[in-house]
């Protein structure tokens, strides 16, 4: 059984770095599938970040491409996103989501975490 | 990129057949057969129903489905049931190697 699970500070004060982790179960992070990022603002719509590969290879959506990181972490089978500079528009529910079918987004999610951009 | 069009609501008996769109352009929804939709729940995950525009994943009821025409999407959700009510999201791979997801649809069964 394939899960996920993103854990964060809940709480991030404006311009510093939103660091979040995702724990993966019931698959090695090491398999042949891409693993992203997707954000959702209180009330609005899912907005994608970015994903990454085993490889290191990662994409970005242009929007936010100057200011994220997506990393792999092979030996605690996660995977960790940085967001710095963050703003009030930056709060929201972030999931991580694994890509098992190729060019088809998410096919596991995470539960959500909410991380809020205040000071 | 821009987020990929959706009606904002859709409402429907239940029994009834609706159709939910989602249109985007040539450099995404018009160019690959990669268009997923996404159920979603109030407080919840999104769940994904449909992949390659039509396919169903395992454990998806037959009552969704998937197709696709020139750079519109659409998603068809037959014998509507009260636990079908819920915002859906369609995506698209793009050709800068990205993925975009539309404004979304809430269903509404009345």
């Known amino acids: 059984q394939v899960q996920l699970q993103e854990s964060g500070p809940g709480l991030v004060k404006p311009s510093g770095t939103l660091s979040l982790t995702c724990a993966v179960s019931g698959v090695s992070i090491s398999s042949n599938n891409w693993w992203s990022w997707v954000r959702q603002p209180p009330g609005k719509g899912l907005e994608w970040i970015g994903e990454?590969?085993?490889?290191?290879?990662?994409n970005y959506n242009p929007s936010l491409k100057s200011r994220v990181a997506i990393s792999i972490d092979k030996p605690n089978n996660q995977l960790s996103l940085k967001l710095n500079s963050v703003t009030a528009a930056d709060t929201a529910v972030y999931y991580c989501?694994?890509?098992?079918?190729?060019?088809?987004?998410?096919?596991?999610w995470g539960q959500g975490t909410l991380i809020t951009v205040s000071s | 990129q821009s987020a990929l069009t959706q009606p904002a609501s859709v409402s429907g008996s239940p029994g009834q057949s609706i159709t939910l769109s989602c249109t985007g352009t040539s450099s995404d929804v018009g160019k690959y057969k990669y268009v997923s939709w996404y159920q979603q729940h109030p407080g919840r995950a999104p769940k994904l129903m449909i992949h390659d525009v039509s396919n169903r994943p395992s454990g998806v009821s037959n009552r969704f489905s998937g197709s696709k025409s020139g750079k519109t999407a659409s998603l068809t959700i037959s014998g509507l049931q009260a636990e079908d009510e819920a915002d859906y999201y369609c995506?698209?791979?793009?050709?800068?190697?990205?993925?975009?997801f539309g404004t979304g649809t809430k269903v509404t069964v009345l």
């Open positions: 989501a694994r890509e098992g079918i190729p060019y088809n987004g998410g096919d596991y």
């Open positions: 995506s698209s791979y793009t050709r800068s190697n990205t993925y975009v």
């Open positions: 990454i590969q085993l490889s290191g290879d990662t």
